[in-house]
């Protein structure tokens, strides 16, 4: 059973490492394929140059695709071990203010992640997204690997 959407976000909202950082998670779609995340500029995560700290903003894109997977495939009844294996951040621009991050994932996406699954049993997939500030300008771009691993296909994969 997985909690309802309203509690997931309440709960990562209240996660100390985002609430502290004033990462807010604002919008979750029924089918858990897109997150809307805001990261607020306030003085507990700026820097000395007055512009949001790069470790903030890496947390802003830390959580988000391992949680989307995981409602995804509980929504099929398929319990996986998901986790961010890599993540790879570009700054681009000094984020002087308010930054806001979209994640998606596509269809395409599930229907890969599930014919490996089907296949050997474990699957890792690379997702971007973007930290886009108030003038709509792109501040810094993540990369990030997840690892996604059917527990229920042990024996195929040797451990």
């Known amino acids: 059973m997985q909690a309802p959407k309203f509690l997931l976000k309440t709960i990562l909202n209240l996660f ?6 004033r990462i807010v998670l604002k919008e979750i779609s029924d089918d858990f394929m ?11 995560n700026i820097n000395f140059h007055k512009t949001i700290f790069g470790g903030s903003i890496f947390s802003a894109c ?8 995981y409602h995804i495939f509980a929504n099929k009844n ?13 700054y681009l ?5 308010t930054l806001k991050l979209h994640f998606e994932i596509t269809k395409e996406d599930v229907r890969k ?4 699954l089907d296949k050997i049993g474990k699957t890792e997939i690379w997702h ?3 930290a886009i500030n108030k003038k709509g300008v792109v501040c810094a771009k993540a990369s990030m690997l997840v690892y996604l691993r059917d527990n229920n296909k042990k024996e195929k994969l040797g451990f």
């Open 78 to 90: 398929r319990k996986l071990i998901i986790w961010l294996k890599s993540a790879e951040i570009q």
């Open 93 to 97: 621009r000094p984020a002087d203010s």
């Open 128 to 130: 971007t997204v973007e």
């Open 16 to 21: 100390p490492p985002l609430l502290f950082n």
């Open 113 to 116: 992640v599930e014919k490996a």
């Open 62 to 69: 830390d959580p988000y695709f391992p949680t989307m997977y």
């Open 34 to 44: 897109q997150m809307k995340v805001v990261l607020r500029k306030v003085l507990f």
